[in-house]
């Protein structure tokens, strides 16, 4: 129904900047919340950075202010801006669109880019 695709990853020295993008395409009813998640190897996945409709902002403590998510709503397409990037940072990084499909959003379907994998060197 909605697909995800993913660009930007890759391989940068630590204090470098990549920017993250996802598109959004398919049936989308109504869109909740987009936002990244990350799992390095070895580790739990975890929440990145989101923004919900309204605006709502959510990073995790170790990419504040470092790291800045937007998203176009014309274009169905959000970002990550990732700056001062440093090893720990390297993961593989998850588009996440949280997808309304009920009425006032009490149902919700989350829909899952496949992944792009962002090193960093030291």
């Known amino acids: 129904q909605v697909q995800l695709k993913e660009s930007g990853g890759g391989l940068v020295q630590a204090g470098g900047s990549l920017r993250l993008s996802c598109v959004a395409s398919?049936?989308?009813?109504?869109?909740?919340?987009m936002g990244w998640y990350r799992q390095a190897s070895g580790k739990e996945r975890e929440l990145v950075a989101s923004?919900?409709?309204?605006?709502?902002?959510d990073y995790a403590d170790s990419v504040k202010g470092r790291f800045t998510i937007s998203i176009d709503s014309a274009k169905n397409t959000v970002n990550l801006q990732m700056n001062d990037l440093e090893p720990a940072d390297t993961a593989d990084y998850y588009c996440?669109?949280?997808?309304?499909?009920?009425?006032?959003?009490?149902?919700?379907?989350?829909?899952w880019g496949e992944g792009t994998l962002v090193t960093v060197s030291s």
């Open positions: 398919g049936n989308i009813v109504s869109i909740y919340a």
């Open positions: 923004m919900i409709v309204d605006g709502t902002t």
């Open positions: 996440n669109l949280v997808d309304a499909v009920g009425s006032s959003y009490d149902w919700t379907v989350d829909y």
